[in-house]
T-cell receptor, first 112, second 112 residues
């Protein structure tokens, strides 16, 4: 596609439920990133994919968070047993070597 | 690990004033990017810099890739109310991966 696409754009869930967030990167971009942004805050790095492997998962806040990427394309960020503290905007970005990194519009997650 | 310091964290300025913000890193970068994020949106790429010493403009915005390759500056001339938002820098270094790291953001508010 022309840009990074994320779905859903908004997600409201109940505490304790699992959620899946999807990211479709720009075609041909080998690198993919997930960030979390709490209201009024900066970008919090979660995980970085190079191809289908994740050389850096250091930002995942707990074992309730996981992510995968298949076909060097789509990535899914899964949050299990959601907590109210997980409420935030989850942003995905993609890039290729020596090329700029572009963001999607994000998924706004609200945990009630 | 690599760190990216962005300053100032926030600033209030009068319409028509010039704005300057910068990022410094503990590592040498190959690429510097500057983004702007409007409320409720994902970050949008403003300027990309690929060579030390490079000075690039985009309208009223000018950014420079520091000659030490450890810093970058973004200047906004004659600010207008729509310049309000959060500005992020990001850098990419040659570590065998293509990962970008982001600064913590500069929150800009323009007073009419």
């Amino acid at each position: 596609g022309a840009g990074v696409s994320q779905s859903p754009s908004n997600k409201v869930t109940e505490k304790g439920k699992d959620v899946e967030l999807r990211c479709d990167p720009i075609s041909g971009h080998t690198a993919l990133y997930w960030y979390r942004q709490r209201l009024g805050q900066g970008l919090e790095f979660l995980i970085y994919f190079q191809g289908n492997s994740a050389p850096d998962k250091s930002g995942l806040p707990s074992d309730r968070f996981s992510a995968e990427r298949t076909g060097e394309s789509v990535s899914t960020l899964t949050i299990q047993r959601t907590q109210q503290e997980d409420s935030a905007v989850y942003l995905c970005a993609s890039s290729s070597y020596l090329e700029s990194s572009y963001f999607g519009a994000g998924t706004r997650l609200s945990v009630l | 690990g690599q760190q990216l310091n962005q300053s100032p964290q926030s600033m209030f300025i009068q319409e028509g004033e010039d704005v300057s913000m910068n990022c410094t890193s503990s590592s040498i970068f190959n690429t510097w990017l500057w983004y702007k994020q409007d409320p409720g949106e994902g970050p949008v790429l403003l300027i990309a810099l690929y060579k030390a010493g490079e000075l690039t403009s985009n309208g009223r915005l000018t950014a420079q890739f520091g000659i030490t390759r450890k810093d970058s500056f973004l200047n906004i001339s004659a600010s207008i109310p729509s310049d309000v938002g959060i500005y992020f820098c990001a850098g990419q270094w040659n570590s065998g991966t293509y990962k970008y790291i982001f600064g913590t953001g500069t929150r800009l508010k323009v007073l009419a």
